[in-house]
């Protein structure tokens, strides 16, 4: 269709071919009477929808009301010199599948926003009636600020569930296609869009789509047939309830899945904030903690047994010593308290205590143990105190995202302009604690 570049159809002026699908041609096309730019959709002629124009214009104006953010909008939609066409919003971005392509796998956190932000999209269109029918990476595009919009929707539905065995059908579409849909088309509701997303999401965060079949009857009959792999066991850097979420809205019963798109919106923001300890980063930050708690006990330790001894408490030293044995080795919050509790009974300055000038209010923050922050606190330890980097204990207290650590901080009079040495303020949260962890 190279030869309607420069023609004009629906009032728009055709530019550049920018895509081809199993439903069309897409052009980029300047509006002639808006002066935008806009994406002219040319309808493939040999179509059902040819013969059946007045359900074509039915359903495309139905989808043309749709105004949502992740959507992209429909401007006008007919037939003129036998094309049928659809005019729509020019998007400045890429669809997922050649950023799928181009980058092996999406992060697990980028994969998460961009599945809510088509949820969302699936969301306006199910309160519509609308179903989209063929969820898939080339119909997700995302602009440049990783803004998501969602195209093609409710024309799966227009062009007559159109059976997979034909050529014009898109190459990608087996791989997302909910079991009930490959083996009845006209029966599909909203439900099948989710199981086509959970595919989605599974090729974005694993690289490749749940089921890899070498002909698209394989992969088809993979869909109906086999177990709902675990994306957990692809990538590990997935939490369960997340790899479970999945699980669920790839179910191969409809009625097994989430109900609408706002319920598993719901769920999945429910799963990506639990913390479950089969996670790589919570595993690597849970032994972060625990190597703080155990510094944090040794100095303390190390320090009292040195003035108590100094000071001629030798007896105290020792009680000290064999009080804390066992919490040496475990390395508890409580034994931390026990520790801090101790030296200040005996009046030695807890500010005393530090390496690279980390004290034991910075450690008591990064640990997240509110109970020691508040004795520490109480004790009189410094809420200002900077480290060798100039952070602050809220500089920690804001990189963790800690809001009772950060009131009680505050409460005590902690500067939120205070800076570091890189003239970050603490209102920023400027602080890396991972590169002050490896400085230890």
Known sequence: MEKLIGEVVGGCRIEELIGKGGMGVVYRAHHLALDIPVAVKILQPTLSLVNDKERFLREARTTARLRNPYIVGVLNVGCEKGLHFIVMEYVEGKNLLDIITKRKKIPVSEAVEIAAQVLEALDAAFKQGIVHRDIKPENIIVDKEGKVRLTDLGLARVCGDISLTQTSVSLGSPYYIAPEQAENPRSTDHRADLYSLGCTIFHMISGSPPYCGESFVEVILDHIRKPVPSLQRFERSVNLSL?????????????????????????????????????????????????????????????????????????????????????????????????????????????????????????????????????????????????????????????????????????????????????????????????????Q
Do not use: C
Not at 253 to 271: D, I, Q
Not at 292 to 309: G, H, P, Q, S
Not at 404 to 425: E, P, V
């Open 243 to 439: 790899s479970e979420f999945v699980k669920k809205m790839m179910a191969k019963s409809p009625e097994k899945r989430y109900g609408t798109p706002a319920e598993a919106l719901v769920a999945l923001r429910e799963a990506v904030s639990e913390k479950t300890a089969g996670s790589r980063g919570e595993r690597k930050n849970s032994r972060y903690l625990q190597t703080f708690a155990k510094m944090a006990i040794f100095m303390l330790v190390t320090a009292a047994v040195f003035l108590l001894y100094r000071n001629g408490h030798l007896l105290n030293a020792g009680k000290f010593l064999l009080n804390i044995k066992n919490g040496l080795t475990r390395g508890t919050p409580q034994t931390l308290k026990d520790s801090l509790q101790f030296i200040n009974g005996q009046n030695l300055p807890l500010d005393q205590f530090q390496t690279n000038r980390i004290n034991s209010l910075h450690k008591a923050v990064i640990y997240g143990s509110v109970e020691d922050v508040r004795f520490l606190l109480e004790s009189g330890a410094d809420p200002n105190a900077a480290d060798s980097q100039g952070n602050s204990p809220l500089h920690y207290a804001l990189k963790r995202g800690d809001l009772m650590i950060i009131r009680l901080l505050i409460g005590q009079g902690a500067k939120l302009n205070q800076r570091d040495r890189f003239d970050i303020d603490a209102g920023n949260g400027g602080v890396d604690t991972d590169s002050d962890i490896d400085a």
